[in-house]
């Protein structure tokens, strides 16, 4: 696993409502919203019952419970002896990301993963994003990636925080499944890649060939790139080869994460994925 691992003193530590906004808790809850924050920290936060359900434990911090929550609600959770916190309704309103919250939230350490993360499964399969902005996009991206038994997925320094609420939210839990390298460098990756003999594909509307043209049960990297300008040029001529999607109607391009989708499940029928159903 590539999570950080560390020992933990395991405690139980339910205070009574908090309802200042001078709490340690909230203040730090506040500064998580922001990428600044996150960053500074090594936090982050999931809202959600799902959500929550997913963290692996060795990255667990402390809950907050909004304090209207249903009764049993909090009791139906198995905190594991991890701290927990009642806010009351208004500072929980502050702090919540949703219009509709369920009442909880959990803080956790970031997932730390590295290169050598990515290429544990043979073939290699690996997607690479640049500069993608949107959160829903993003997450969508890591999701498809984990559903099609990719090995992990490489973020440029220019793509959106994957610890953002609304890319956690969207991801439903497959940052987790998954190793996420973020930060990363593309033209140094591709360098890397081609190192270890992955071929690399960049998803690109100057591409000549379709994925259905290329082998693909081959170690293989796909690029995806900015939502309104794709890849950058230098980042795609890098790249072992452009491939397009046909486009058989008037729409201009596909989005983004549709396009990585399509690409995605391309892999997995061609490595006969589907005959594990």
Request: charged letters at 25%; a neutral charge.
């Amino acid at each position: 696993m590539w999570y950080n691992k560390m020992d933990r003193l395991y405690c139980s530590e339910v205070e009574g409502v908090i309802e200042s906004r001078g709490n340690r808790i909230f203040r730090e809850l506040v500064r998580l919203r922001e990428k600044r924050g996150r960053d500074k920290s090594g936090l982050f936060f999931c809202e959600g019952e799902r959500l929550v359900r997913s963290i692996p434990e060795n990255i667990i911090k402390y809950y907050v419970f909004r304090e209207s929550v249903e009764d049993g609600f909090i009791e139906g959770f198995d905190t594991k002896g991890f701290p927990v916190y009642i806010f009351s309704d208004r500072l929980f309103r502050e702090v919540s990301d949703t219009v509709s919250s369920q009442g909880v939230i959990c803080v956790c350490e970031k997932p730390v993963a590295d290169m050598g993360d990515i290429f544990t499964k043979k073939p290699e399969f690996i997607i690479v994003c640049e500069d993608i902005q949107d959160p829903g996009n993003m997450g969508t991206v890591i999701r498809t990636a984990d559903a099609g038994g990719a090995g992990g997925v490489i973020l440029t320094k220019g793509c959106v925080d994957v610890y953002s609420p609304k890319v956690l939210r969207s991801a439903m839990g497959s940052v987790f499944n998954l190793p996420v390298v973020t930060g990363a460098d593309a033209g140094a990756v591709t360098e890397l890649l081609k190192s270890k003999g992955i071929l690399t594909l960049s998803a690109h509307l100057r591409g000549t060939l379709t994925p259905y043209e290329v082998n693909l049960k081959l170690p293989v990297a796909i690029y995806v790139g900015n939502e309104a300008n794709g890849l950058r040029a230098e980042t795609a001529e890098k790249t072992d080869m452009l491939i397009r999607l046909p486009i058989i109607g008037g729409a201009e391009s596909l989005n983004a994460s549709v396009a990585c989708g399509i690409l995605i499940y391309e892999v997995v029928r061609q490595r006969g994925g589907y005959e594990k159903i």
